[in-house]
């Protein structure tokens, strides 16, 4: 099992910025690749960005690209995703999950997700 704990989210005025963080425990951290999706009112939930075990390798969904950057850190047990530029169409429930690398995968643990709103 792994447990995943989301922090970091919250109001922000469009243009913003906002780091999120998600602390992993149980199962080594490292042995898996990490990644967040988010979920909007009335909307499905979307891939947003993904990071290899050794963050080597990063992934985008294509609405974030250049705007938002994932990051982890091994020793901490923890993955970040830093926010930038943020417009009201951010504005979601972000979720941690793992193991991800893609869109189409199908995460086995999930955090409980944390809240961000972007206000115009």
């Known amino acids: 099992q792994v447990q995943l704990v989301e922090s970091g989210g919250g109001l922000v005025q469009a243009g913003g910025s906002l780091r999120l963080s998600c602390a992993a425990s149980g199962r080594t951290f490292s042995n898996y690749a990490m990644g967040w999706f988010r979920q909007a009112p009335g909307k499905e939930r979307d891939f947003v960005a993904a990071i290899s075990r050794s963050g080597g390798y990063t992934n985008y969904a294509d609405f974030v690209k250049g705007r938002f950057i994932i990051s982890r850190d091994n020793a901490k047990n923890t993955v970040y995703l830093q926010m930038n530029s943020l417009n009201s169409e951010d504005t979601a429930v972000y979720y941690c999950?793992?193991?991800?690398?893609?869109?189409?995968?199908?995460?086995?643990?999930w955090g409980q997700g944390t809240q961000v709103t972007v206000s115009s």
């Open positions: 999950a793992a193991p991800v690398v893609g869109e189409y995968d199908v995460p086995d643990y």
